[in-house]
């Protein structure tokens, strides 16, 4: 594994289902994030991590949920899915959190998901 | 909260300058980001201002004036690789530390 890893790349879903879009990275970076990406919406903030075992809400949750027990790894869940959830989502790490530093963001490749 | 704006689309010619414009509110701000995506693909970093001024890397220049909330990203030489979109995004520190983006700008490059 170099950077970040996403899985499914693809994935058909029906709607009412429960779905895990995994992340992994193996950067040790301390801050980690979801975007989904919709046409003609840019990228939008569903959850972070600043650190292990801490997580908050971005732009968009609702429908979403996440945990982070290790630095490496930061599942986003949908419980229940429904068609507008059908999107490109998109991983993210930066490598440390607060301060002035750059903490430019690395992109896993995205995970296509349709739920119909 | 944020709020960030960018153009929908530009066009211009292989071998000209193109500046695509963003401006933002927030009130923890703390950095501002351009990035790269082309289509179907991931976004990569092109750069980062978090004090005002002109920061350059090659083809690409990338402004920022934080007292009126507005940035823009300077591309030279335009080849018809640049035909991409560019997303502008903010670091926001307010408690935690958040990154917001735009919804970017599709560039097209004509020949």
């Known amino acids: 594994i170099a950077g970040i890893t996403q899985a499914p790349t693809s994935q058909i879903l029906a709607a009412g289902r429960r779905m895990t879009l995994r992340c992994t990275q193996d950067m040790r970076h301390n801050a980690m994030y979801w975007y989904r990406q919709d046409l003609g919406l840019g990228l939008r903030l569903i959850h972070y991590?600043?650190?292990?075992?801490?997580?908050g809400k971005g732009e968009v949750p609702d429908g979403y949920s996440v945990s982070r027990a290790n630095t490496d790894d930061f599942p986003l869940t949908l419980a229940s899915a429904v068609p507008s959830q059908t999107s490109v989502y998109f991983c993210a790490s930066s490598q440390s959190t607060g301060g002035a530093g750059a903490n430019v963001l690395t992109f896993g490749a995205g995970s296509r998901l349709t739920v119909l | 909260g944020q709020n960030i704006d960018q153009p929908t689309e530009m066009t211009a010619t292989e071998g000209a300058i193109v500046q695509i414009n963003c401006t933002y509110q927030?009130?923890?701000?703390?950095?501002l980001f351009w990035y790269q995506q082309h289509a179907g693909e991931a976004p990569t970093f092109l750069s980062y201002?978090?004090?005002?001024g002109l920061e350059e890397k090659g083809r690409f220049s990338s402004f920022l004036s934080r007292s009126k909330g507005y940035s823009y990203l300077l591309l030279k030489e335009l080849q018809m690789k640049d035909s991409a979109s560019y997303l502008c995004?903010?670091?926001?520190?307010?408690?935690?530390?958040?990154?917001?983006f735009g919804k970017g700008t599709r560039l097209h490059i004509l020949p």
């Open positions: 991590s600043n650190t292990a075992g801490t997580t």
């Open positions: 927030t009130s923890g701000f703390n950095g």
């Open positions: 995004a903010v670091r926001e520190w307010i408690g935690d530390d958040k990154i917001i």
């Open positions: 201002n978090v004090l005002d």
